[in-house]
């Protein structure tokens, strides 16, 4: 079957680093994407990767590693608007999309 | 600024009812999706469409209809609500046919069945 995991929730404090992990098991590989949603709100495309390496957007990066299955979300300078849910998505070779459950994080002052 | 829009917020139902979820997009987009969300789990595909009239059944389709008469709406219909069809419901929409493209989402319907 095809599998994407993430954590369930992380804390993390204003001003520092998170890094939230994402390992995938899927049938092919197009693509993966991460997404934010605020509690109540729309989930909004933060990144997509479809080669191996590092995407970086201002303070979020996307690292992506297909022989491993595997990516992160990095996000720098935390701010508490940061506080959300983090979604990871893979595209499987049909070109249909495979969802984690999400990673809620939690920004500390 | 580009726009998904849901008719609904919030939706309270009675087990049985027949339940209309109206979903507007205005990007021209072909494609349109309409997912559940439940906690502890992924984002589920309930139908999606790539064309005006045309649908294709996603993961969970049984208790549920879609329908696309024009480009810019995709309704979902639930045609005898039941309590475990209680749960959030999101349309997106994507330009394109390649696997690249984002998803814009609407800010959801959250949908409660009694």
């Known amino acids: 079957g095809q599998n994407i995991d993430q954590p369930t929730e992380m804390t993390a404090t204003e001003g520092a680093i998170v890094q939230i992990n994402c390992t995938y098991q899927?049938?092919?590989?197009?693509?993966l994407f991460w997404y934010q949603q605020h509690a109540g709100e729309a989930p909004t495309f933060l990144s997509y990767n479809v080669l191996d390496g590092l995407e970086e957007k201002g303070r979020f990066s996307s690292f992506l590693s297909r022989s491993k299955g595997y990516s992160y979300l990095l996000l720098k300078e935390l701010q508490m608007k940061d506080s959300a849910s983090y979604l990871c998505?893979?595209?499987?070779?049909?070109?249909?999309?495979?969802w984690g459950a999400g990673t809620k994080l939690i920004i500390k002052p | 600024d580009v726009k998904v829009t849901q008719s609904s917020r919030y939706l309270v139902k009675r087990t049985g009812e027949k339940v209309f979820l109206e979903c507007v997009q205005d990007?021209?987009?072909?494609?349109m999706f309409w997912y559940r969300q439940d906690p502890g789990l992924g984002l589920r595909l309930i139908y999606f469409?790539?064309?005006?009239?045309?649908?294709e059944k996603g993961d969970i389709p049984e208790g549920y209809s879609v329908s696309r008469e024009k480009k810019e709406r995709f309704s979902l219909i639930l045609e005898s609500a039941s309590t475990n069809q209680t749960s959030m419901y999101l349309c997106?929409?994507?330009?394109?046919?390649?696997?690249?493209?984002?998803?814009?989402f609407g800010s959801g319907t959250q949908l409660s069945v009694l």
């Open positions: 899927t049938s092919g590989f197009n693509g």
């Open positions: 990007m021209d987009h072909e494609n």
């Open positions: 998505a893979v595209m499987d070779s049909n070109y249909q999309l495979i």
């Open positions: 997106a929409s994507s330009s394109g046919q390649g696997g690249s493209e984002k998803l814009f």
């Open positions: 469409s790539y064309d005006v009239k045309m649908k």
